[in-house]
């Protein structure tokens, strides 16, 4: 069975960091893109962040570029973002969703079961 | 970047009848290289992970009821419940996967029980 684990939220003073990880098994994770989305309270879902099955493209929403970096380490199986300068508007459930193979991408299936950031003073 | 535009924002519904809930981009989904629209449907319950409901804008995910389905083409699509479950109660969202990334979703629409 497919199973992502996210960890590492938790609460967190304006302008400081934070490091995500999403734990993955049950699937060839190496080949796979992934993605990380998030949901704001009382918001919608929005698309975060994606890199491909190798690790060597990535893309970023405006509203985190230059902030956030998403990265993966297909030994440990594992997916990462790591937060920076972090504001209140980046308070939310963080969802990591494997996202395609390789360079192709798709629909978001399967997805954790998220992690919570909170970002306050 | 594609906008993706849902409507409505809220829907009642009665058990037993007919849900519809419509999708809007901004440009076409239709993809070139298969013929298929890379159109994407969720459903997103409290305190549970959005759920994969339907891909290519009319394919269902595995395990997903029959009563769940997509249609359209383009820049218009829609999803339908044909006959509300209680159990259906949630926010649905739709999503663009074209090409590369951003990868938007729609605001989401929360389908209650009238």
């Known amino acids: 069975e497919v199973q992502l684990l996210e960890s590492g939220g938790g609460l967190v003073q304006p302008g400081g960091s934070l490091r995500l990880s999403c734990a993955a098994s049950g699937f060839t994770y190496r080949n796979y893109a992934m993605s990380w989305v998030r949901q704001a309270p009382g918001k919608g879902l929005e698309w975060v962040s994606t890199?491909?099955?190798?690790?060597?493209?990535?893309y970023y929403a405006d509203s985190v570029k230059g902030r956030f970096t998403i990265s993966k380490d297909n030994s440990k199986m594992t997916l990462f973002l790591e937060m920076n300068s972090l504001r209140a508007e980046d308070t939310a459930i963080y969802y990591c969703?494997?996202?395609?193979?390789?360079?192709?991408?798709?629909?978001?299936?399967?997805w954790g079961q998220g992690t919570l950031v909170t970002v306050s003073s | 970047d594609i906008v993706m535009t849902q409507s409505p924002d809220s829907l009642p519904v009665s058990l037993g009848e007919r849900a519809t809930i419509n999708c809007k981009s901004s440009q076409s989904l239709l993809s070139i290289s298969n013929n298929k629209n890379c159109l994407a449907w969720y459903q997103h319950t409290p305190g549970q992970p959005p759920k994969l409901l339907i891909h290519?804008?009319?394919t269902r995910a595995s395990g997903v009821p029959d009563r769940f389905s997509g249609s359209g083409s383009g820049t218009d699509f829609t999803l339908t419940i044909s006959s509300l479950q209680a159990e259906d109660v949630a926010v649905y969202y739709c999503?663009?996967?074209?090409?590369?990334?951003?990868?938007?979703f729609g605001q989401g629409t929360k389908l209650e029980i009238k």
């Open positions: 999503q663009q996967y074209c090409n590369t990334p951003p990868h938007t």
């Open positions: 890199i491909n099955g190798g690790g060597s493209t990535t």
């Open positions: 290519w804008a009319s």
């Open positions: 969703a494997n996202t395609g193979e390789g360079s192709y991408y798709r629909w978001f299936d399967p």
